[in-house]
């Protein structure tokens, strides 16, 4: 495969793979209201505990604006709260209410089952394949920023 080929796959599969994750969760996500991103947030902080919106905006690869109106929609849904940290109160932590833990907890398990479904192998050459496709990509990002410095 020439590198134009490569490119072309490329970009045709990161849609695909994008409509097809949403066409596989959609259904599960969709009975709670829910939509992709707002599960990705939930599921950070169910897998990693409490966040500040800089560190669970960093995690999501997102804008601190954007993961802090996603919260306060969230919030406003009783999904999560925000809780200043005993240690230092100047700061403020996302947290997950016991609603949103329960709800996150079932999408998490059906994920799971979901995948299961599938060998370890699969899954492990799928992992491999994506952390190389991840390197290679941020080779590329990291070529470009070089070449405005």
Same mark, same amino acid.
């Given at each position: 495969m %020439?590198? %134009?080929?490569?490119?072309? $796959?490329?970009?045709?599969?990161?849609?695909?793979?994008?409509e097809n994750t949403n066409i596989a969760f959609n259904p599960i996500i969709e009975r709670f209201g829910l939509t992709m991103l707002q599960v990705r947030i939930l599921l950070e902080i169910h897998q990693n505990g409490s966040?500040?919106?800089g560190s669970?905006?960093?995690?999501?690869?997102m804008a601190g604006t954007n993961i802090s109106t996603m919260c306060k929609k969230l919030e406003k849904?009783? $999904?999560l709260e925000r809780v200043r940290n005993p240690e230092d109160e100047r700061v403020v932590?996302?947290?997950?209410?016991?609603?949103g /833990?329960?709800?996150? /907890?079932?999408? %998490?398990?059906v994920i799971i089952e979901k995948l299961s479904e599938e060998s370890a192998q699969t899954l492990n050459d799928i992992m491999i394949g994506l952390q190389?496709?991840?390197?290679?990509?941020?080779? $590329?990002?990291?070529?470009?920023k070089s070449s405005f410095e």
């Amino acid at each position: 495969m %020439d590198a %134009d080929e490569f490119k072309t $796959f490329l970009l045709c599969y990161t849609r695909e793979i994008n409509e097809n994750t949403n066409i596989a969760f959609n259904p599960i996500i969709e009975r709670f209201g829910l939509t992709m991103l707002q599960v990705r947030i939930l599921l950070e902080i169910h897998q990693n505990g409490s966040h500040t919106i800089g560190s669970l905006a960093n995690r999501i690869k997102m804008a601190g604006t954007n993961i802090s109106t996603m919260c306060k929609k969230l919030e406003k849904r009783e $999904f999560l709260e925000r809780v200043r940290n005993p240690e230092d109160e100047r700061v403020v932590l996302v947290i997950l209410t016991e609603k949103g /833990s329960e709800i996150v /907890s079932y999408i %998490d398990q059906v994920i799971i089952e979901k995948l299961s479904e599938e060998s370890a192998q699969t899954l492990n050459d799928i992992m491999i394949g994506l952390q190389k496709l991840n390197k290679l990509l941020q080779k $590329f990002g990291e070529n470009e920023k070089s070449s405005f410095e």
